[in-house]
Every structure is written in C-alpha cells, then in structure tokens.
C-alpha cells in the first residue's frame, strides 16, 4: 500500500509513483541547496516541480519573484491555499507540465534572464536538460537535483565509463559545478538511489563554438551510438552524407586515430571533427 504522508491538518497526501514524486524534507539539504544557489533580492526565479514548497517559500524570501510549476493539481492547490493564507505576493503558481509549457510565454515580456532551481522527477532528466539548453538565451542559470548516476554522467571526464554524449552537449552549452550529493534519506518518499545538485551556467559556456552546432550535436549523437564499436564505425554507420575516406580524412586532419573510441575525445576533438566534415561537404 502507498504511504500516506499528513501535510496539515484537514489534509492527507500519498505520493503519486508515475509521476516520480520525492520530496525534500530534511531541512539541513534545503538550506544547502538554497544557499548553494546564490540567488539575491534582484532574481526572478523559475522553480520546477514545486512539490511540498520545500524550496518555494525559503525562496520567497530571498528573491523578488518565483514562478512555481507543479503538474499536480492537488499539491498547487495546497500551495495556493498556503500562499493565500500566508499573503505571500511574489510567488506566481502554475499547475502544468514543464515539458509541455511554454517558458517564454509563462515568464512574459522580460527582458531579464531568468534562474531555474528544481528537485526534478528522475523519469524528466534528459528530456527537461534539452529543453533547457533550447532555451538557454533566456536562461542565466540553473541549480537542478538529478539523479545520483546522471548527475555523473553530466560532470564526467573523457576516458570514463559514465562520458557519453550528453556529457559533451550540455557542457559545450554550460559550465557544470557539483554543489552537493543529497542521500536517499534526505527525501520522502525515499528513492532507491542518491541525487546530486548540479548548477549549470549558461553564460560560461565552452568558449569555442561550433560553425554548425545542429551539425555538431549530430556528430556526438553519432559518434556516441554505437559505444563498443571505433568511432570510425560509428560515424560510418551514422553520417550518410559522408563518404569512409571524407570521415576518415576528418579524423586525420584532427589527429584522431581511426581506432579511437568516443569517450576518448573531448569537445575541443569533436568541434575539430565538425569542422572538417563540413569543410568536405
């Protein structure tokens, strides 16, 4: 049977599993986490998956204004009967799904770029983080919890077994920070796995850029698809548009042996690797 969990009195709350719902409730990450965020009296602040409001009211107190999303309409209407009750003016509640919503359209005609905190459903990582790097150029920054093994895979090196493709385009898009590993018992329910808290910068971004970043993200994606094979093979499999000698050539013109894997190249190998191929286009 699901746990049940008092929220106040007159309410009961049990935790909805397909919506991957852990919520922070141990007071001492809160602080960390809030603290680790950096945010000031002049931020205007987008929180996803407001849950419990564990984050959303500490933070009320510290920034000028939060815009909170939550997808489940009984914990926004907690939350707005609590902000009502409390007078609480600078928190603006949207029951919605981030992956659906329209961010530009929820925070208006502001020209200030906005920061996003969240202790994020595990089951919405991957797909949030590309929605968030789409949306970058009204992003300043953000200080997100993500799985445990994720959170690894985001902030690895080359040569390790968590590098892989997301590795290198999110950090190409953001400086990547660990701000702190948060344990299973920190959460309610408790999940089976630890979390980490990630901050992204959007405005440190990897400073060379590529000429055709579509084409850049493809020859990741490419080169990351077939993981046990060369990444010769790979490209071969994955860029149709390239002869073997024009990739191979590519490779030569990068110093990157034919027999080298993937997780073996950092971003400044593959922004080189972009760049060839598009030259023998």
Not at 240 to 254: F, P, R, V
């Amino acid at each position: 049977m699901a746990e049940t969990k008092p929220i106040k009195r007159g309410y009961a709350f049990r935790p909805k599993k397909r919506l991957g719902q852990h919520f922070i409730k141990d007071k001492k990450t809160i602080h960390e986490i809030i603290s680790g965020a950096r945010f000031d009296r002049s931020d205007q602040v987008l929180e996803v998956g407001a849950g419990l409001g564990a984050l959303t009211f500490p933070l009320a107190g510290i920034v000028d204004k939060i815009i909170a999303i939550e997808k489940d309409s009984r914990l926004t209407d907690m939350l707005g009967r609590r902000i009502s009750r409390e007078n609480i003016s600078n928190i603006t509640l949207i029951n919605d799904d981030i992956l659906q919503s329209d961010l530009r359209e929820i925070l208006g005609s502001t020209e200030k770029k906005i920061k996003v905190i969240g202790n994020l459903p595990y089951n919405i990582s991957s797909p949030f983080l590309e929605k968030l790097v789409k949306e970058r150029s009204i992003v300043s920054r953000a200080v997100l919890m993500f799985q445990l093994e994720f959170a690894r895979r985001l902030i690895a090196s080359p040569g390790s077994r968590e590098y892989g493709g997301i590795t290198v385009l999110t950090k190409y898009h953001a400086c990547l920070s660990p701000l702190l590993e948060v344990s299973k018992e920190a959460f309610y329910p408790k999940p089976k796995v630890g979390s980490m808290v990630l901050e992204l910068d959007f405005e440190r971004p990897h400073p060379r850029r590529a000429d055709d970043e579509a084409k850049f993200k493809m020859i990741v994606k490419g080169a990351f698809a077939h993981r046990r094979k060369t990444l010769f093979n790979s490209l071969k499999e994955t860029l149709s548009s390239h002869s073997k000698e024009q990739i191979l050539e590519a490779m030569g013109e990068c110093a990157i042996e034919s027999r080298r894997r993937a997780e073996s190249l950092d971003i400044d190998d593959f922004l080189c690797l972009t760049s060839a191929l598009t030259s023998l286009s």
